[in-house]
């Protein structure tokens, strides 16, 4: 979700040695220019996402069952995030690249995308105006087991760290991780896939003062314990 924008500015600083710490303080990406109405498309694909992904994931339990799983903690927008790698060419509005959850379950929005690869130019997708979407650099996230079963989330890798050990981060796998040095062995490793370079939309599927497609929703307030678990941690 709102992760987009630092991942853009992690890509950006890819060639600098310096930024392997985990929990470095990083400069924020500057504020996105006021947002342009929604146009009549636009409002009717709104309506009709969150009417729908309302009614089938309600909750964390339902996008589970339907394929997507929690791959970040609570970023500094309140959302925790859940992704469908089957779906970064969002084939329809029931089925939205990721989904996202406050802390206690309820559905906030969701990103809509489509691939570079597909489309090298500029996403078309449900009359959204281009505007709308940031491009993703591919990297790959995944996530590490604790000794007291809970997940370590919010891990990823450049795609160049993947390429500079002969792996291909189009296709990562717990053993890559191994090699790479971010686990002791596969069954650390709870998942992990590649995030496809994308044009990424992400939606607000309650109503956003600051508009349907802004990075923070000033009626969504971060829990007490966002920030205490890194949002983006590079290992």
Not at 41 to 51: G, K, L, P, T
Not at 57 to 70: E, T
Not at 113 to 121: I, L, Y
Request: glycine share 6%.
């Amino acid at each position: 979700m709102k992760r987009c924008r630092a991942l853009l500015f992690c890509a950006a600083l890819a060639l600098v040695p310096s930024i392997a710490a985990a929990q470095m303080t990083m400069p924020m990406a500057p504020p996105p220019p006021p947002q342009a109405p929604m146009t009549p498309a636009e409002q009717s694909f709104y309506d009709q996402a969150s009417a729908t992904l309302q009614k089938l994931y309600p909750n964390p339990a339902a996008a589970a069952k339907a394929g997507y799983y929690r791959f970040n903690n609570e970023d500094r927008s309140g959302a925790i995030s859940y992704e469908n790698p089957k779906y970064f060419e969002t084939p329809d509005v029931a089925h939205p690249q990721q989904l996202w959850y406050d802390v206690n379950g309820k559905l906030l929005g969701g990103d809509f995308s489509q691939t570079v690869a597909a489309h090298p130019d500029a996403p078309t997708l449900f009359g959204l105006q281009a505007a709308r979407f940031h491009k993703i650099p591919l990297h790959v996230h995944y996530g590490i087991k604790r000794a007291d079963g809970s997940i370590d989330y919010g891990l990823f890798v450049r795609a160049s760290d993947f390429t500079a050990a002969g792996l291909d981060p189009l296709h990562p796998t717990a053993a890559d991780l191994v090699k790479l040095g971010k686990a002791t062995s596969p069954d650390q490793v709870a998942f992990v896939f590649a995030l496809l370079s994308n044009w990424d939309a992400q939606m607000w599927l309650i109503p956003n003062p600051s508009g349907q497609f802004a990075d923070l929703n000033p009626n969504v307030k971060p829990s007490p314990n966002q920030g205490k678990a890194p949002v983006e941690r590079q290992t």
